[in-house]
């Protein structure tokens, strides 16, 4: 049971590079999230998409893109690395009902230096 | 705007006795949806129990009960009969069900809970 994969696991990068962080799932939800997660202030929406084809910004979209490359893949974007986006970044999904939990991939741990 | 506070950074409890998790919501939606969620500290999240707005008995899922007061907007976890493996992050969550909140979900701080043997 795969759920939701995240790739890479780990990554390093260097202020100023570029690199997309990869989300698919296999659960044929039509929801799609990315959060990022920091010390001590729990998870804050990135990006979500609702339907393939659709994406909007969550709370903290600066600095990100996002594609709905179909219904399984939502992938995000660092255009340009900066230190301020050193975190963990989960990718979750769900059906779009109201007591349906969101399910999350592992996490990304990005480090930029 | 949905606000979710967790005011227990962390929290210590023997094993085998019960613990409360607190958390309190803030929303003008009126339908919503409260989660928590477990964060062991290999990282993963683990979805743990639901209580929807409109549900008239408190949400259990095993040892995991939440006590749920819609007029105080508290939506706090109980864990029963600690077990070591229960040491870790645990989030309050809230869905909106309508609006520019539908779907999104907001997340508290995070308590960390500690149980000693």
């Known amino acids: 049971n795969a759920g939701v994969t995240q790739t890479p696991k780990f990554q390093v990068l260097k202020t100023g590079q570029s690199m997309t962080l990869q989300c698919a799932q296999d659960?044929?939800?039509?929801?799609m999230y990315w959060y990022r997660q920091d010390p001590g202030m729990g998870l804050r929406l990135i990006y979500y998409?609702?339907?393939?084809?659709?994406?909007d910004k969550g709370e903290v979209p600066n600095g990100y893109n996002v594609s709905r490359l179909n219904k399984r893949e939502f992938s995000l974007r660092l255009e340009s690395a900066a230190p301020s986006q050193t975190s963990v970044y989960f990718c979750?999904?769900?059906?779009?009902?109201?007591?349906?939990?969101?399910?999350f991939g592992d996490g990304t741990r990005l480090s930029i230096l | 705007a949905q606000k979710i506070t967790q005011t227990q950074p962390g929290m210590f409890v023997q094993e085998k006795e019960a613990v409360t998790l607190d958390c309190t919501y803030d929303t003008s939606d009126p339908s919503y949806g409260l989660f928590w969620y477990k964060q062991p500290s290999s990282g993963e999240m683990i979805f743990l129990i639901y209580?929807?707005?409109?549900?008239?008995q408190n949400a259990t899922e095993g040892r995991y009960s939440l006590n749920f007061q819609k007029a105080r907007k508290s939506a706090n976890l109980v864990i029963s009969a600690s077990q070591l493996g229960d040491s870790a992050m645990y989030f309050c969550?809230?869905?909106?069900?309508?609006?520019?909140?539908?779907?999104?979900?907001?997340f508290g701080q995070g308590t960390i809970l500690t149980v000693h043997p």
């Open positions: 969550a809230m869905r909106g069900a309508g609006g520019t909140s539908y779907g999104k979900l907001t």
């Open positions: 659960m044929n939800h039509n929801s």
């Open positions: 209580q929807g707005s409109y549900d008239q």
């Open positions: 979750a999904s769900n059906w779009d009902r109201a007591n349906q939990p969101q399910h």
């Open positions: 998409s609702a339907s393939e084809g659709t994406t």
